[in-house]
């Protein structure tokens, strides 16, 4: 299959040596390195958003902003939220957010979980990257602009960033 695929031309066989594996201990270190790295565009898929998380990660997304580094939050709309306290939680924390200077979309459904990092870093995998607290997810870091266009274009997300 590998080798039907790379005939194609779909994928890039040097560019998937390029993968790290992270869980919920390691992940976190990775990403806030790469955000401090970016230059132009953060996009992060999480359907939750929390306010504990958006207080950590809010020192490094400020600093992109200072940066005049476009973010792209797509998550779930808080009224999708069955419970009262984490609905009034997405709220807040999606207020810090806007205040911040992020873009907030919302998709019906949501439950992506992927960042995509000046369109050549991506994550993708099953942790939430602005709520995750105490469970075991992995996330998946590929090193490739292809890749992450690919998916910027299979998630339809062109259609709101470029």
Known sequence: MLGRLLH???INAPEL????LFNEITFYSAFLKDLAGCRSEV???SPFVTTRRIGQMEAALQKLKERKVRIVVNTRDPHEHDDGRQRD???RAIATLQRLGVHVLYTGGHHRKLAILDRSILYEGSLNILSQCRSSEIMRRIESAQMAWQMVRFVEL???IT
Not at 17 to 20: A, G, K
């Open 8 to 10: 194609r031309g779909r």
């Open 17 to 20: 040596l390029t993968s790290e």
């Open 43 to 45: 996009v992060i898929e």
């Open 89 to 91: 939680d997405s709220y």
């Open 158 to 160: 062109d259609k709101y």
